[in-house]
Nanobody, 126 residues
Framework: QLQLVESGGGLVQPGGSLRLSCAASGFTFNFYAFSWFRQAPGKELEGISCISSSGGSTKYADSVKGRFTISTDNAKNTVYLQMNGLKPEDTAVYYC???????????????????WGQGTQVTVSS
């Protein structure tokens, strides 16, 4: 049974950093592409980053480009999102999602994913 479990969220001051983790189980990790999404209160779900199954392709939303970095550790079956330079507008529930794909590129549309974690809250406030 495919399972994704996010962790690493919390309260951080503006300008601070957090690293989110998404532990995956129940499937062959390196046959899957992953994305991170977030949903702020009253807003739609936003795709912010993705990584291909090979790790060779990554994408970022303009809102996080240059501040966030997605990566995977195949030995640990874990996807990471390193978040630096956090801003109050980054406050949201962050979700990890997976899709079976060996394509060279990745996708950030929520409609491409049917496997989701439970989410982890990130709050950026002084």
């Amino acid at each position: 049974q495919l399972q994704l479990v996010e962790s690493g969220g919390g309260l951080v001051q503006p300008g601070g950093s957090l690293r989110l983790s998404c532990a995956a189980s129940g499937f062959t990790f390196n046959f899957y592409a992953f994305s991170w999404f977030r949903q702020a209160p009253g807003k739609e779900l936003e795709g912010i980053s993705c990584i291909s199954s090979s790790g060779g392709s990554t994408k970022y939303a303009d809102s996080v480009k240059g501040r966030f970095t997605i990566s995977t550790d195949n030995a640990k079956n874990t996807v990471y999102l390193q978040m630096n330079g956090l801003k109050p507008e980054d406050t949201a529930v962050y979700y990890c999602a997976a899709r079976e794909s060996v394509q060279a590129t990745c996708r950030m549309s929520r409609f491409d994913f049917d496997s989701w974690g439970q989410g982890t809250q990130v709050t950026v406030s002084s």
